[in-house]
Structures are given as C-alpha cells and as structure tokens.
C-alpha cells in the first residue's frame, strides 16, 4: 500500500499492522514540507511538518535524516484535525541509527526507580550506539535552557536485559518530587519510547557522567 492511499484509511481501522505498513510506506516515500522551518506543535516541541499528496517530491527519508541531527520531530498532515503521525525526536534520531522507530509497543515507564539493597547493578556510561554524541548534545542543550548547567547520567541494568537511562537528581538541581514525573516525561521526547527514563540520587551508586 502507497503513503497516499494508507493515511485514507480511518482511524478507527488502523491498527499495529497499519503503523507497521505506515512506517515502510514513509520511509520510501515522499511527503510536501508544508513550512521551510520547525514549528513549535501543541505539546510545545518543535516538528517539521509535512503532508502526504500526489505531487510530493521530497524523500521523507530525507527530512527525516535531517530532522535527526537538529533536535526537531516530524508530524505528518497536521492540517487535519488528529495528524495521520507524529515522530519524536527520540524516534527519528533511533530510525536513523537503527532504521527502527523504536524497537517494542510498550512505552517505557518513567519515574522513579526503587533500589533495593544488596541487588547486582550494573551500571556505566552509555554506549553512542544506545546514546550518540550528537544526541547527547542535544538533550544537553535543552537542559541548559532550563538552567542545568552539567546534567549528570548512568546507565543501569539488574539483568543487563533491561536498562534505564538514570539523571542525577542532584546535577538537575534537586526538584521536588512532585516535579520528577514531568522533568523525565520532557526528557522522554528526546528517547525512543522504549527506552526507561530515572531520575535518582547519586548517593550509593557507581559514577556518574557528564551528559
């Protein structure tokens, strides 16, 4: 099925397998960039935005390449009243360096993780195929904005299967936590969705790293 001919299909009938042939259908295919600069959607961040229509000429791919290294999401036809799809930046930076949007439905939990005593950790800084340079510059940048001079972050794992990607809450300043929710939902838009965002104290664990 053709990008033009899967975003006729109505909401009420698309399913995983739809997204599945959507994210094939976009890849290869070609969407109109509907404004030369990002815009800022209602969630506040900031997207290219596009739409799908028989005289496209530009490679979504393309866009989305490009979208990638700037720190910008994609959303495609947001002139109707619920876009067909929007990208996150976490999904575009992971689609080009996977070629996958992110790797499991599930979305990742965010919050807070509890440690237990006497529990194996594995913990270090995180791998540029899990957290790349240019990724990092960019989640570092946006802290910045908020006044966090030098985020500090671990990677953790009890099972080396499942890992968590840990902010000190120290280097964010120590926000309340009735705050920590919607400082790691921020950080989420930045990250595939299946990846598991913390927020936690330094004390007790291995070194952290500069972000």
Do not use: C
């Amino acid at each position: 099925m053709t990008l033009n001919e899967l975003v006729k299909i109505s909401d009420e009938q698309r399913d995983h397998q739809w997204e599945i042939d959507f994210f094939m259908a976009i890849t290869s295919g070609k969407v109109k960039l509907m404004l030369d600069a990002p815009q800022q959607g209602p969630d506040g961040w900031p997207y290219m935005l596009a739409e799908t229509s028989a005289d496209a000429t530009e490679p979504a791919n393309k866009i989305m390449q490009w979208a990638a290294l700037k720190g910008v999401g994609l959303a495609v036809n947001p002139q109707k009243n619920y876009p067909d799809y929007v990208f996150t930046y976490g999904m575009l930076w992971h689609f080009k360096e996977t070629g996958l949007f992110y790797r499991t439905a599930d979305e990742a939990p965010v919050g807070v993780l509890e440690m237990e005593k006497g529990q194996g950790l594995h913990a270090g800084e995180p791998a540029p195929s899990y957290l790349p340079q240019y990724v990092r510059n960019i989640i570092k940048e946006f802290l910045r904005d908020q006044a966090v001079m030098r985020p500090r972050i671990l990677v953790m794992s009890q099972d080396r299967k499942h890992y968590d990607l840990a902010f000190s809450l120290e280097s964010l300043g120590n926000p309340p936590e009735k705050e920590h929710q919607g400082i790691a939902e921020a950080i989420s838009w930045f990250l595939p969705p299946h990846y598991s965002i913390v927020l936690v104290s330094e004390m007790g664990l291995p070194k952290f790293t500069d972000l």
